[in-house]
């Protein structure tokens, strides 16, 4: 398929935005998005703002800069609701990442699970979202069972079916795998979850900046992500759960901020959100992904999904004329393209790519128990996002060619 083909069949152009990413100089192909999303100068500078100019604590100051801080730490909260179609703003808990959103969950919600109460994950699960279930299951006696994965690589959504039972509390997958791209039918998922009444929690690090997504329309009860890899910074991420869960929940980390009054008598906790936001939080974090989102939003997230899975068509289509190359993952992947390069360990491919100024991630990506299922220890991934373009299809391919060369 010709290049701009690639883009006309999603009536979409591809986008054009590499010059708002001062830390990709020229020549260099980043394809490592999914391990965390370069900042455009927009996020860098809602940063540099925040510290530079109008830094002061949030929800405590009884003085004027620590009032406007308040209220842009409280905007950008409601940002990210109307970002991700939430009812409130009171539904956002700011953590710091999807990994301390699910820590988080597990904690609290997990904790009126009972012995014989079952969660579900998938095959392909992040080891963030299964560690903090194993952890769980220890104190619950809980039991953990795992979908299995399509032929191509999806969730099987006919076996999750097959599998639920009443004794389900819980189902909790990814939106979009960070290893073989494959999109969730989320709705479904949570359909199935919800006629045997469990919850369903989505783990959106990898859908968040490559689909729109409302978690209202997908009827999910927890949806997490990371910041990072929504082009805004590190060490803040987002927890939404529907406000009649978040209410239910006990705290899970005690501290400031989320009491209502302490004394040694008995404590009484604040309300959602506060109640899960213990300590001095990320302040400038929280501007920062504001900006990110704003940036996202003005791209689009429809347009920003037609250009990702032209580069994966291109960049399946052309390695899979490398017949050394084994691709994993569907021909629909989201932004995301695991391969093996035979007879040739993933390490070494990234070591000779980096030596063409192409950046991939090699290993196992925190997914150990989907290596297993593919059959190796590790994969090479390259990963896309919205600075990427055809050069960098190239680029890979030309390494790649290399890589070939070099090992025979
Ligand atoms: N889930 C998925 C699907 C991920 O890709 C990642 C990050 N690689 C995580 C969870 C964990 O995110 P973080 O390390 O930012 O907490």
Redesign the pocket.
Known sequence: MGPALLWAERGTAPLDVLADFPAIPDGWAYLDT???AQKPQVVIDAIARGYAETYATVHRGVYQRSADMTLAYEAARARIARFLGAASADEIVYV???????NLVANSWGRTLKPGDRILLSQL?????IVPWQLLADRTGAVIDVAPLTADGHIDLDAVEAMLTPQHKLVAL?????VLGSVLNARRAADLAHAVGAKILI?G??SVARVAVDVQALDCDFY?F?G??LYGP?GI?VLWARADILGEMPPWQGGGAMIDTVSFSGTTYAPPPGRFEAGTPHIVGALGLHAAIDYVDAIGLDAIHAHETALVTAARDRLSTLNSITLFGPGDAAGIVSFDVRGVHPHDVGTILDEERVAIRAGH??CQPLMAHLGVSATARASFGVYNGLADVDALVRGLERVTRIFG
Do not use: L, P, W
């Open positions: 999914a391990a965390t710091r990442g999807a990994t301390e959103a699910i699960e992040h080891h963030a979202n990814a939106h979009v795998s960070n783990d690090c990898q997490v990371s990072h890899k590190t991420g990506h925190c």
